[in-house]
């Protein structure tokens, strides 16, 4: 990574720290913002050298200047409302920060806690540093931009038993009219023992035509605990629009007998990453991944996915999915991590892709490490295009060659959509690919 001190900072690092001195120099968590922000500003922004981000390049996001988001108000239909439709317990963020107008909350159940970050941050400071300070500490350099301008977010702490019968959604909205601006949202879960909850992360931009010209920076982090047989369920669903630039980081701690199952779901954004860190610290513990992405025009899509089996007798299960047409490009990559002493380790991984167009691009890498050698362990990856034997067969049936495709490319992604247990969010990503790929013109 590029490094930088202070009296040396190239202007881009500047203006982040002016942004952060003007911003949080009477905040009641300067110090820990501020050895955030210095770790941020030592490692500077990563490079395609660094093996990590080889296929990503992010000179576009570091040249541009952004303002801090700043809330507004939002008129929305409750009718017309863009994101999924499936509980009473959502919390809206508007330009990073919180709407109450937009949110809704039922009676949280015994033990269970669910409140905004930037709220407790206002009126709790004290309380709320000493909870984040016994949060992981970040490791990525976008962690720790997060941890330096972070305003807002969730925080949600389950003690032992406590369970939601509704999922708990959290909405992040970008509005209309912005300068260009940067949001740096986080949540944080608890999950004590035996608890349970569904998470429904979605990200949404109101349209480029409403945008203008201006471009938008998400930077967000979630940090999940999980204890001995706790039970967490999540989707994130990214729809950004296609002048936003997306980061995401989700580290997961599980305990033992602990589950954790994600549906990742990226669909927007001009650029957009997602670092997945899953560390199965406890026997018995298991992880369930599912993903599915599909860059289209200029969109560049990244998911790094890292599963740590540290105790024995842990396993997980990996199957992502890519769809590339236009000039998109996919970038995955898997590691299975077999720690010394994780015996009786189970792993299965895999990584299936289809190609639309000529100038489509997806790159590929699952991989492999193993330190112990009582496990079972497996991971392949294909890429390709449609089926020609299964189209022309659809086309002897009378079949458009439209049709034909659109069938192909929908069934090709059902076994990533027919995996989601809620119903709600199965149709509401049902619905999106039908719109994306329903009209679909034939590639020359």
Known sequence: MSAATAGTLSPKLERYRELF???????????????????FIQAGFPTPRDEAWKYTNLRRLES?????????????????????????????????????????????????????????????????????????????VFERL?????????????????????????VHLWTAGLQSSMSHPRIIVRAGRNSRLTLIEQYLGLGDSALGCSEVFTNSVVGVEL???????HYRLQQEGSRT????????????????????????????????????????????????FTPDNSQHIDTQTRIEHIAPHTTSEEDYRGIAE??????????????????????????????LSPTAEIDTKPELEIYANDVKCSHGATTGQLDTTAL?????RGISENDAR??????????????????????YVETLLKGRFSLRQVNP
């Open 245 to 292: 630039f997306h980061i995401g980081q989700i580290s997961v701690r599980a305990q033992e007998h602990a589950r954790y199952a994600i549906h990742d779901l990226a669909f927007g954004g001009l650029l957009s990453r997602l670092n997945l860190t899953i560390q199965l610290q406890g026997s018995g513990s298991h992880a369930e991944l599912k993903g599915l």
């Open 21 to 39: 001195e003007k911003r949080f120099a009477s905040d009641a968590l300067i110090e820990h913002r501020r050895d955030a922000f210095n770790q």
């Open 227 to 233: 204890q001995n047989g706790a039970q967490m369920e």
């Open 392 to 396: 022309f067969y659809l086309r002897s």
């Open 146 to 170: 997060n941890a330096a301008f972070a305003e807002d977010g969730v925080v949600i702490d389950l003690a032992a038993d406590a369970m939601f019968d509704e999922p708990v959604h959290v």
């Open 64 to 140: 541009r200047d952004f303002a801090v988001a700043e809330s507004a108000p939002v008129g929305i239909d409750p009718g017309q409302h863009p994101w999924i439709s499936c509980t009473a317990n959502r919390l809206v963020f508007i330009n990073g920060h919180w709407s109450p107008a937009l949110s809704s909350m039922m009676p949280q159940p015994p033990g269970a806690t669910v409140l905004s970050l930037g709220e407790w941050l206002k009126h709790e400071p004290e309380r709320a540093q000493a909870y984040l300070s016994n949060s992981p500490s970040a490791q990525t």
């Open 406 to 427: 659109t069938m192909l490319i929908q069934a090709f992604a059902q076994s990533i959509v027919s995996s989601i247990r809620s119903p709600e969010v199965r149709g």
């Open 326 to 355: 236009g000039r998109g490009r996919g970038v995955f990559n898997g590691k299975v991590f077999v720690h010394q002493g994780a015996q009786k380790t189970d792993a299965r991984q895999s990584s299936r892709n289809l190609l």
